[in-house]
């Protein structure tokens, strides 16, 4: 689970940079998705949510621009390498502030 806060308002309401966010995470993880990603960006100035599945299990999101928040899960059955969210979402999204919280599980080999 990961939160990002002191993100950039415009990018949290925008279902492109959160389409090019999902995609690079996928590639870099070499994640499998079954299905295309769905969003639903909510009226005004409201924020946008997403969700993929992968054969892996899923990822999703949740922005509140008018916090400058960024929430994501990505969960997967299969042990996997790390992805530098901090990083990434400072670079995508100029989060000021990144919080990520790991949950190994026995799901894999």
């Given at each position: 689970?990961?939160?990002?806060?002191?993100?950039?308002?415009?990018?949290?309401?925008?279902?492109?940079?959160?389409?090019?966010?999902?995609?690079?995470?996928?590639?870099?993880?070499?994640?499998?998705?079954?299905?295309?990603?769905?969003?639903?960006?909510?009226?005004?100035?409201?924020?946008?949510?997403?969700?993929?599945?992968?054969?892996e299990s899923?990822?999703?999101?949740?922005t509140f621009?008018?916090?400058?928040?960024?929430?994501?899960?990505?969960?997967?059955?299969?042990?996997?390498?790390?992805?530098?969210?901090?990083?990434?979402?400072?670079?995508?999204?100029?989060?000021?502030?990144?919080?990520?919280?790991?949950?190994?599980?026995?799901y894999h080999?």
């Open positions: 689970m990961v939160e990002a806060h002191g993100c950039d308002r415009a990018a949290l309401q925008d279902p492109a940079c959160l389409r090019q966010l999902f995609t690079q995470i996928i590639g870099d993880l070499s994640l499998h998705p079954v299905a295309d990603a769905q969003w639903h960006k909510f009226a005004g100035e409201g924020g946008v949510t997403g969700v993929i599945m992968l054969s899923h990822l999703t999101c949740h621009p008018e916090f400058g928040s960024l929430c994501l899960n990505l969960f997967c059955c299969r042990s996997r390498s790390g992805w530098d969210f901090e990083d990434g979402l400072r670079r995508q999204f100029g989060a000021e502030a990144v919080s990520v919280r790991r949950i190994d599980r026995p080999d």
